[in-house]
């Protein structure tokens, strides 16, 4: 299984990314899949989940309301529009799958992309 984000680059605060995680595999449809973030220096936080049916999603309090997670099965990418960027979104983003349950920490995935960066300027 592989990961691959996209998406990523240098935006002014108040601008919009549109990040893609293109995921190989036949069982894409079955993972849960989950959006994080590392800044320099801290510790890699979670940002955003979505069940594999899409039924549901969870959201970091720092990101709710302007990012949103979605996902298409029938292309395996999963998406995370992310709006009103501020310059404390500047992280690399990683996508990772998770092969039970809908986690909210790192630990719970079992594969993970190598991330896009995300650069928000004041």
């Known amino acids: 299984v592989q990961l691959v984000e996209s998406g990523g680059g240098l935006v002014q605060a108040g601008d919009s990314l549109r990040l893609s995680c293109a995921i190989s595999?036949?069982?894409?449809?079955?993972?849960?899949m989950g959006w994080f973030r590392q800044a320099p220096g801290k510790e890699r936080e979670f940002v955003s989940a979505?069940?594999?049916?899409?039924?549901?999603?969870y959201y970091a309090d720092s990101v709710k309301g302007r990012f949103t997670v979605s996902r298409d099965n029938a292309k395996n990418t999963v998406y995370l529009q992310m709006n009103s960027l501020k310059p404390e979104d500047t992280a690399v983003y990683y996508c990772?799958?998770?092969?039970?349950?809908?986690?909210?920490?790192?630990?719970?995935?079992?594969?993970w992309g190598q991330g896009t960066q995300v650069t928000v300027s004041s």
């Open positions: 595999g036949r069982t894409f449809s079955s993972y849960a």
């Open positions: 990772a799958a998770a092969t039970m349950g809908l986690p909210r920490v790192a630990l719970g995935y079992d594969y």
């Open positions: 979505i069940k594999w049916s899409g039924s549901s999603t």
